[in-house]
Structure formats: C-alpha cells, structure tokens
C-alpha cells in the first residue's frame, strides 16, 4: 500500500509539474538535461614500425592505405554499415549487403564489431603478399561463417547465394533459383573428399593445391597496391 | 562513385580473392598494372595562392583540365609548378571536388564567375552536390531571368524597326503606352473614361431631391436620366472602340480573347448593349437592373494602369492554397461554433438562434470580430461558448495571413526589382555607349591627328574619353593600328554616329531606279570574275549589314547602287590626301548591303565590258557600281 502510495503521491507531481509546464510554456519534457552526446569513436592505429612489423608491407604503401581508409573512414574504424556501402558502390548493379556482412566478419578478427585501420592492413596483407597457404586460409575462414572449423552445406549456400546476389537480376543466362545450390553441389563434390557433409581445413587446402585454376586465381591480385 | 571510396579499389579486388575457390572457369587475366610511377605531389600555384595535391588525386577525374594532360600546357618549367592565372578562391572548391568527390558551390561568390571557372577547369556543374545545388540553380535562374529581362527590354527599346507592320505598331503603342506620344494619350484617354464612368455609376443612386409632385427622394440617375444615358453611351462608345482596336492589333487574337484583361472589357460593356436590346421587354426589365450591377466591374479596367493593382491580382492567384485554407479552417470551425451555439441557446426563450443556419451568421460576426449586437447569447453556456468561438476567430483568421503577405511582399519586391533594373540600364547603356564611343572618337581623333602619331592622342583627350579609363597606351596604340589595318583591308572609314545618320537620310532621298536586273547580275557575276583574275582590282565584301538592316525592305528592287563620294569637306582632308591611292569611300555616303565593290584601283583603267567600268577622274567623284547579291 504504501508503495501504491509514494507511486501515486509521483504521478501527482509529474501532472503538477506538467501543468506548470503547461501554464509557463514549456512543454517540452527535458529542454534542460540534454543527454550528452556520444562523442564519435575515434582510433587512432598504432604506429608506421608496428604496422610495418605486423605486415608485409612497405612504409609507403601503408601511408597510400591508411589516406585512402581515413578519407572514407574520417573517425579511424568501419562499422559494418559503413562497410556495407563502401563496398556496394562497386558493384551498383546487384547487392552486395550479404556478401560485404561476411567480409567485415572475416576482416574483424577480434570480433569487436568494427574493423580498425590494422584490421585491414592485416587482412589486405595476408590477401595480396601472403602465401597461397595463407590466402587459401583466409578463404577458408571466410567461408566458415561460425568459425567452427567446418564449412557445412548450409553456410557454402549462403556465401554462395550472397556471390549471386551481387550479380543482381540483369545476367546472361538468367539467374535461376536453385543455381546457387547447383554451384555449392559441385563445390562438395570437389571439395568434400570423405563425404562426410562438411569440408575441413585440410581437406579445402588440399584440394585447392591440386587445383590448377585456383592456384593460378590466387595469384591474381598481387600487385594491386 | 565517389572518388574517395575510389581509393578502397584495390580492397575490393583483393577481397576478391574470396571468390577464387568457389569459381568454376579460370579467371581472367588482370590489366597490366600502368600506375606504377610513383605518387607524386603536384604543386598548383593559382595566381600566387600554392596547392598542392598528390597526382593520383587530380588524376581521378581524367576527362577534366587538371585530371588530363591539358594541364601540361600550364606547367611553368623555371618554377617546376603549374600555374593558372586564375581566382584562387574558387580553386579551393574546384580542388575539393578533386579531393572529396562533391562539388560545393559558395553562396558569397557570384554565379557567373563560378560557371566560368567550371567552365575553364572542365567540370559540368550538374555534379555539384546536394547540399549546394538547390542554391546554384536558384541563383542560376536568377541570373537567366536577369539576362533574359535585359534582353526583352533591349529588344523593346532598340530603335524601332521601320518595317513594323501597322498593325505590330498598334499593338506595340497598347502594351507600352510610353513608347510613343499617341499612345501615351490614348493611355490616359481610357483612364480618364473610366474614372468618369465609374463615378457616374456612383453618383447615379445619390438622392438628387424631389420632384416636383412626389414625396420621396429621386436619386440622381433617375432625375437626369438623359444625361446619365449620353454619358454611358459616350464611355461605352470609348471601350468599345477600344476593345475592338486591341482585339485588332493582337498578335494572338485568341489568346486575347481568352485573357482575363479581354474578360473584364467585355463584362464591362455588354450590360450595355444587353440593356439597349431589352428595354422594350416588360418582364426581364427586372433582369437588366441586375445586369447594371456588372457595370461596376468598369472599375477592373483600371488595372492596365496599375502595376500594384496587377500585383494585388497576381499574388491572390498565387496564393490560392492559403487562401483555399483559410476558407476552409474557418467553415471548419464555423460549422461546429454554430452547432454548439444553437444548442446551447435552445433553451432559452424568445432566442435569436432559430435555427443552425441562421446561427452561422453569429458565429461569423463573432469570429472576425465584428460583434454586430444583433444576436446576442442569453444562457451562460451560450455566452461561454461565444467567448471561446471570438478567441478563436482571432487565432484562425490571424495564421494564414502571413503567409499572404510575405508572398505579397516577395512579388512586389520583385517588381521593384525589375524597375530598379530598368532604370539602371538606362545608365548602363550609357556607360556602354560613352565607353564605345570613347573607344571610336579616340580612334578618328587618333587618325585625325595623324596616323604616325600614336601617343600624342592621350594629350588631346576629349571630355567624353574620360568616362574611359585609358590604362593601356601601347594597347590603345596597337589597337588604333589594327583599325586601321581594317579601314584599309575594307577601304571604308570608321565614322561616328551623327555623320552617318545624315548621310543615311541623304541616300535614302537619293535612291536611284533599279537598273536591268539582267545586266546588274551580269555584271555583279563578271565583278567577281574579274576581281578573282586582277588581283589589282580590290574587292570587297561591305560588312556593315547593321547599318543598312533598317532600309533593306526600302532597296529591295534596287539591284544597282551608285555611290558618289562625296567631297570631303571637315577633318577628313588631311586624311584624304593621304590615302590617295584608294577611294575614300566614307560610311557617310555608302547604302549598301551585302555587295561586292568592285573598285578599280588608279593605275588600272582598263575598260571593262562588266558594267563596272569607273570613271577615269575618280580622286574627286567617283562613281562605283555596288552590285546587289
């Protein structure tokens, strides 16, 4: 009862308040005690020798790296959304949302929901100065959408449907529904060695050291920067 | 996409390395990698002011000047930078947009200045960015409506055409009344008709008096009947004439009829004429007494008179939503004030408040504050209620007004701005033509003085060069060269205005009877035979078209010209002495279109059977046959 009390004894001073507010003129319900505003996060990355260290690239090439992500990153980390429209500009025609999701997940290693600056000079340095181990890890990684050390059939489709995606409508030969699927099949088929339903570490390098194609795809981008 | 994100290309193509796997068909081979020269910096001195922007930055946008190899032709190898001779203020935002990949356009910098220096760096402005371009395309129409108004105005105030039909003059005499004395007249004319007739319908229901055996007063109209009636008549006769005059003139004669100026004449008048065809008809007499009410509308006339009135008209046209909803709130509000009003008073006894209806009446009176007395709340709730409803009425009446009157404001500040413009031009035509006619008069004082003279002519300035501010003598001494360079290519004269307009006026009185069209293209094709063979014979194509544009129609069956050449008679002798070898054709005499002169130089007589023969004794009259094309 008494607890009825004080809460109904709390809800006569708001209205008091409010008709106060009412005959005063201000009706606005804090005008006073704006909530501080959350300032932006802002990172700053560790040093030029520590980068350096860390990957395998050169001083300047870091600096044409670090310009181009503070231009379209001013506070210093990417936050998915960020990531997400960055990387659907190249690619106007389909959506790239999915895939990009899978990206930041596969470049935010330490899961902290943004990718800083060293994030992604790491990750960009395993992908283009990396060994084919490397890269075929990094691949790996990306695939493997819950980080259990297996690709099932399930997360292959949903990398593969987000691959599709990015194509959008206007692609020759039409783009049928179960073409995805048709593609993840195949890929078990080559990938899966002991047709157990899942492809692990191993069996994915192995059968991509074996494979021409792929081995001569990896070491496409290797002078991009 | 922007060039910013332009930079995470090589993001992107790396993480495409996560496709490689799942790929089915081999890739395709990358382009060769040509930007492997190193990323420079590049120095960008705009009139003194330095920038500096790496090469890659500037190279993003390779189909502007800066992003291409255009800019080469500006680099400056002493100082190893490039140099624009540019503003550097808009530079700043030209090289942001270099930087960011948005345009920004800057509100305290002038429109034209900014699209030149688009213009000059390659840029088309439609990319500027969305936070700028609502204010650049306002300021671009801004700038459009000013040049397009200088240029009706110019067309308006040129030198009338001569060859305006009759009917192009009326029209041109009704629409600007100050162009010409007539139409000024006619203009207050009309004015002054329909003053007196909006009295006279006025003053025609004043009580006059009485008449001899009656009681009650006569009104005015009914004692002078007959003159009240000549009255009409006369301003009836008057608008319909004109009415009938415009409709003539028109360019567009439906579009005439059907604009609201058009409406008004004809409301205007035909209660009169409806009024002649009905009086014998007893039972519709009733109707042309209502139809004297539309008379009053004589009163709109008076709107071709006055700008303000045509303002007033315009600004309710514009602001017909607030007006629409103004109207609306207050029927609104007038409905459910009347309702509760009748039945608050329906209880009391003997109450105004009959019925809803005749409750809206309250409520209106009570709502714009007028509080005529004649209904009056009895019943305390009544009362009540008729105080909320007057409370009310102020609020609604008083929220859109506003907003009328800053539209108002905004179109009558605009016409201000018009006129405001109009008188300018008036002195900046003549400035432009006391800076032309500097320019001209320094030149014929530079050749009068002669020609070998070249800076003696800034001593003898004339009082109409000051206007001009001489700051370049050695331009001004090159430039006077060239002229004559010109005067002797055209073997022609510069003349000022004042000569030429009499010379003019004496050829036109002069005009010759056009000769055989066959032997003057004959000749006019032989001419150009001959001049092509003699190289001695000079030719001429006469480029002054403006001069004789006027007076084409006039010479159109004239197909040979004689020019005499006048001896000279003011300051011209000196010259003439000196330009022996050639015919001083002045532009005072010359009535030419576009022609071939053929003129035969001194030394050249031979005769020719082209009809272009000269007269041996030319250095004094020489007759030249200009062959119409």
Redesign the interface.
Known sequence: MSSCRKRCKREMFKFAQYLYRLITGTLHADSVEDELELSAVRHRPEGLEQLEALTRFNR?ELQ??Y???K??CPSGVVNEDTFKV??S??FPQGDASMYAH??FN?FDTDKDGSVSFED?VM??SI??RGSVQE??N??FN??DINKDGYITKEE?LD??KA?YDMMGKCTYPLLKDDTPRQ?VE??FQKMDKNKDGVVTIDE?IDC?QNDE??M???Q??E??? | ??A??A?????????????????????P??PP?NRRK??GLILLNVSGQKFQTWRNTLERYPDTLLGSTEREFFFHEETNEYFFDRDPDIFRHILNFYR?GKLHYPRQECISAYDEELAFFGIIPEIIGDCCYEEYKDRRRENQERIQDDEDSENQNDMVPPDMTFRETMWRAFENPHTSTMALVFYYVTGFFIAVSVMANVVETVPCGTLQNRVKQVSCGERYALAFFCLDTACVMIFTVEYLLRLMAAPSRWNFIKSVMSVIDVVAIMPYYIGLVMTDNEDVSGAFVTLRVFRVFRIFKFSRHSAGLRILGYTLKSCASELGFLLFSLTMAIIIFATVMFYAEKGSSASKFTSIPAAFWYTIVTMTTLGYGDMVPKTIVGKIVGSVCSLSGVLVIALPVPVIVSNFSRIYHQSQRADKRRAQKKTKLGRIAARKSGGTSAYLQYKSNGLLSDLIDEVTVDPSQALVCKANPMFDTHHNHLLHCLEKTTNHEFVDEQTFETSLLEVSMAKHPPHSPSLSSGSSSQGLSCCSRRNKRKSFNVPNSNMTGGHRNSIQELSTIHIRERPITNSRSSLNAKFEETVPLNCKQPYITAAVITLPTPPVTTPENDGSASSPDYSQANIVRVSAL
């Open positions: 300047k044409i790296l310009r181009g992500f231009n379209e960055i990387y500009q190249f899978f990206l596969a992604f990750g960009l992908l283009l890269k075929l990094w691949a990306l695939y292959m990398i593969m691959i593609h195949i890929f994915f991509c194609n792929i001569r795809s990896m496409l981008f002078n991009v920067i | 996409m922007a910013g994100v930079a995470w290309l090589p993001f992107a193509r790396a993480a495409a390395i996560g496709w490689m796997p799942v790929a089915s068909a081999p890739m081979t990358p990698d190193q990323d960011t």
